[in-house]
């Protein structure tokens, strides 16, 4: 909330910002090999 509001310095939110982008690859990657629906014809 801070970071939105302006309270955080632009390095702690960087710091934060390499795990979020890691969880939504994983995120991705799982949602991509878990769920492929057969194409309708």
Do not use: H, K, Q, Y
């Not at 970071?3 to 799982?30: E, K, Y």
């Amino acid at each position: 909330t801070n970071a939105w509001n302006g309270g955080v310095a632009l390095g702690d939110s960087l710091l934060l910002l390499g795990p979020t982008l890691a969880w939504v690859i994983v995120a991705v990657t799982l949602a991509a090999r878990l769920f492929r629906w057969e194409p309708r014809r």
